[in-house]
């Protein structure tokens, strides 16, 4: 599966009435587990974007979640790790993954371009923290573009809990450059708790940057490059996801009155909100 694939792929098993849930996530999941090296960089160098096509909540979304999993659990084998996604989750992190002498919980994160006003709540990383059962370190990847570029909480609760915050960006570097072993990437894992407590953007980023760096042995210039490729790639996703709301407002334009004043019923939830009214004063009866 390739990643301009993805969308329809899950699209598919999402409207597929012959497989639950947990059968459409071992299908994605068996599908990122035959991609080569290759295929692991073209699915990381484009991550981390919801299709605007998938609703909130939907099969679908949840599905590019475990997409999102599959691709961490995929990139960490190829760092060498041991590394397996959990479909049946209750609670706990979404990828687990072992080094030679150590083990690590992963959380990949994936946001849609229209999302605005990210939070810590969004992050999850003190969750992460206590989703940990044992392991001796927790990464969180998501876009490095969705990340703060200033002070934010989320490096405040990164640097106090040792929670690694990365991105798919980050994981692409590593494996492009692949003399880095499972053993001196521990270094990178451990070293949020080094950084000292800090909301500091700058400094959380120029830490984490120089221990990738030095395992890879690499330089900045060859990382800012990578930067660049990876910033590059956004705009024609955005274009990409703008051409779905183009469309779809079309097909609003193209809507008979009556159907407009359903789907308009229908944005607005409200039969969903009547019926709840409904159900919370029969409690009183």
Known sequence: MRPTEVRAVILELGHDARLDFQQKAGRITAELNTCSTKGVLEHLDSAGVIP???DHDSTEEKLFAKYCDALLAGSFRELGLKAEAIIERSDAADVRAEG???ALVGDAKAFRLSRTAKNQKDFKVEALNQWRKGADFAVLVCPIYQYPNTDSQIYQQATKYNVALLSYTHLAFLIRHASTSARELKKLWAQPAKIGVTKDASAYWSAMDAVMLAISGQDAKQWKAALSAAMARLPEQAAEQIRYWEGEKERVRRLSHSAAITRLIEALKID??????????RRGS
């Open 52 to 54: 605007e096509e998938f």
């Open 100 to 102: 030679s002498n150590y």
């Open 272 to 281: 969903a909100k009547i019926d709840v009214i409904r159900r919370t004063a």
